[in-house]
């Protein structure tokens, strides 16, 4: 017998509000005729019998109604030994993210979903389910205790982020299904960033009992880790001051003030090693200028040396792809000399890849082969050489990737090269005196993307567009639009490749967009995006996915992708290889990468750094979870004592005890209050 909420009993102190009632009442007299007062001697009357309790029992259901009142939001519970859970589905979830890792969690987790799968009776039904980066249903509900536990062994220490936001979603529709209750037992280190950020995501059903069991107890160790680093995926001159430097952010978790050494190591050897004073729980920044990089795939390294109490997370890895420069075929109209100049400006001053712009004609692509160019850009070019555009086409739907702008040649009904349709109408805002601006801007298209683009929309809000084609978007992916909707940027993927429509120029006639610092951002993020350079190296975060081949139907034989994860095997079948458009990053290390598009890639995939703070969560939230499923508290549930109890909550039965109390006290009081009518 226990009380999850002992505070209400606070309230028994109202308890003396019955008594003080009872004792508040007036001593009635009644008078009586009398000749003379003549023989009557003045006395002293003692009222103590008039302050003495009357309507006993009436005073008692009072009393009672008020204790169980609060004895009912005190919320009362009983233990009763759990003799019979046969008919309880039990859910054995088993947490394997990368902070289990640390220390002896996992294993320490494992051996107590093992001990309690022992104690299972041979006819209740269990189910294994490992909860990482994603939660998976390991078995179906059975009663086999060898498979069970062979499920258990099964499981090892994965580099996925764990969310309990996700085990409540799947545990809600895996409850809908199943017409029992269910005992849900989760072991795991109960990570603080672990939990979403609305709560509600983590609640379960009434017919689910949660029970926690906390591997992660006592003080939690100190952790420093390589929290993030920012690299050049692809690097064309060691020497180049601007380009060639390693940055890397070295936080720390609970962690006093210390200096730390850390190390650049670049396939397998160090090559550089700095101090930094780390300040207490705070981070510190250590750079690594130049590199020393040879030709190719470069698996390179930033790590903490020496060591701390969870060692798994003390490097981050990445690829650095040294080449030579690439080139880019700008293809203008013979009168246009001003697009190509602020082109090569922005693409020279770009932060993240060395390019050479090669300036021609579009009479001048004759005898081109735009193969050989990283990408393509057409502008303000409506008529091509049939044989350069046919060329152009074919290599797109291969992987090849096209900037179109659309210059002051696009009239009405002018034909888009590559494109498929025509231009709808044209918009000179400069006749009507006024510029249109651009309305709304798609930061998570590559050729866009900002992590916090502002209050001035990213830097776009001041520009002006003086003329602009107005296009059918169709298929295609609107990725800015200007402020009367018109769209701005478009995106279609072509087979393999992709055609980057701007309805407005690359020079500042028809904007002034080149006079902004942001056209710098635009053309250093679409040439990125063009040439695919970030998808061929650089690094990215477990579960995240990578795309293989196009989502549309290419041009074409199907071609066959290639992946070989960080132990060598090969995890797609022959036809995965043939068909799959997506690959989801299941482990940390470096993975080789083919495409469809036939272009080699060598990527560097690193665990999620909030599985670094291996802080918990708080008893309160933890104790919240667990009743809000219709279970309890660690300390007041089954798993205190090896599960041989369940929980009871007595309080609906306290509060049915009240309402009867409360109808006879009043009867009862009603009764009274009759008799005192009469009296009088």
């Known amino acids: 017998m226990g009380f999850l909420a002992p505070w209400f009993l606070g309230g028994l102190v109202a308890l003396g509000v019955p008594v003080f009632v009872h004792l508040l009442r007036k001593h009635v007299t009644t008078p009586r005729p009398v000749s003379s007062l003549m023989f009557f001697e003045r006395g002293i009357q003692s009222s103590t019998r008039h302050k003495r309790l009357r309507y006993l029992l009436l005073f ?28 309880h589905l039990l859910l054995l979830v088993l947490d394997n993210s990368f902070s289990m890792r640390a220390g002896t969690r996992f294993s320490g987790a494992k051996q107590q979903a093992i001990a309690l799968l022992s104690k299972k009776s041979g006819s209740q039904k269990a189910q294994v389910i490992a909860l990482g980066g994603q939660m998976e249903v390991l078995t179906q509900p059975i009663t086999d205790e060898a498979q069970l536990r062979a499920a258990l062994d099964g499981i090892q220490p994965g580099d996925g982020h764990a969310n309990f936001g996700e085990l409540g979603r799947s545990i809600r529709a895996m409850a809908e299904t199943a017409q029992r209750p269910v005992d849900l037992h989760l072991f795991s280190d109960m990570q603080r960033t672990a939990t979403p950020a609305n709560f509600a995501d983590m609640v379960l059903p009434p ?27 692809e690097l064309a ?42 300040p207490a729980n705070g981070r510190a920044t250590v750079e690594f200028a130049p590199i020393d990089v040879g030709y190719g795939f470069n698996r390179c390294e930033v790590r903490i040396e020496g060591g701390d109490a969870f060692p798994a997370d003390d490097a981050s890895i990445f690829v650095i792809r040294r080449s030579d420069p690439e080139r880019v075929l700008f293809v203008h109209a013979a009168n246009d000399t001003r697009s190509a100049l602020y082109f090569g400006a922005a693409l020279g001053a770009a932060a993240q890849a060395s390019f050479v712009l090669q300036s021609v004609t579009a009479e001048q692509t004759t005898d081109l082969d735009p193969s050989r160019f990283s990408f393509v850009v057409l502008s303000d070019t409506v008529t091509l050489p049939s044989i350069f555009e046919r060329t152009l086409a074919q290599d797109v739907s291969k992987g090849e990737s096209v900037l179109v702008a659309l210059g002051t040649h696009a009239g009405p009904h002018a034909r888009i090269p590559l494109w498929g349709s025509d231009v709808k109408e044209v918009h000179n805002y400069a006749r009507t005196g006024e510029p249109a601006t651009v309305g709304s801007v798609d930061f998570t298209h590559p050729a866009l993307e900002q992590e916090q683009p502002g209050r001035d929309n990213g830097g776009w809000a001041d520009t002006k567009v003086f003329y602009a084609a107005s296009v059918d978007p169709g298929q295609s992916r609107v990725a800015a639009r200007l402020s009367d909707g018109t769209p701005l940027l478009l995106d279609k993927q072509m087979g393999e490749g992709h055609v980057l429509l701007l309805t407005s120029g690359l020079e500042n006639l028809t904007n002034d967009l080149p006079l902004h610092p942001v056209f710098v951002v635009l053309i250093d ?11 061929l190296s650089g690094s990215q975060l477990v579960d995240s996915f990578v795309q293989l081949r196009s989502a549309v139907e290419p041009m074409g034989a199907t071609a066959n992708v290639e992946v070989i994860d960080p132990d060598g095997r090969r995890p797609l079948s022959l036809d995965e290889a043939r068909t799959v458009q997506t690959f989801q990053l299941r482990r940390a290390g470096f993975y080789q990468i083919r495409y469809a598009n036939g272009r080699d890639a060598v990527i560097g995939v690193n665990p999620d750094r909030r599985e670094s703070d291996l802080q918990p969560i708080a008893q309160d939230v933890q104790q919240l979870w667990s009743g809000n499923s219709g279970g309890t508290t660690p300390e007041h549930a089954a798993a205190v004592d090896d599960v041989k109890y369940h929980p009871i909550r007595l309080w609906w039965y306290v509060m049915l005890l009240a309402l009867v109390v409360a109808l006879g006290e009043t009867a009862l009081a009603s009764r009274y209050m009759g008799t005192q009518r009469e009296e009088a």
């Open 525 to 535: 993020k679409a040439a990125g995006y063009l040439s695919g350079r970030e998808r």
């Open 60 to 87: 008692a259901l009072r009393s009672a109604l008020l204790l169980l009142v609060v004895v009912a939001f005190a919320s009362p519970f009983a233990r009763r030994p759990a003799t019979d859970t046969s008919g």
């Open 237 to 278: 001159d060691p020497k180049d001051p601007k380009r060639s430097r390693v940055q890397a952010v070295v936080a720390g978790f609970g962690t006093p003030e210390a200096e730390k050494t850390i190390s650049l190591v670049v396939n397998g050897k160090p090559i550089a090693t700095h101090k930094v004073k780390v």
């Open 207 to 233: 017919n689910v009992t949660l029970v926690l069991h906390d591997v992660a107890k006592g003080a939690v160790p100190p952790n420093w880790t390589v929290e993030s680093v920012s690299a050049p995926a």
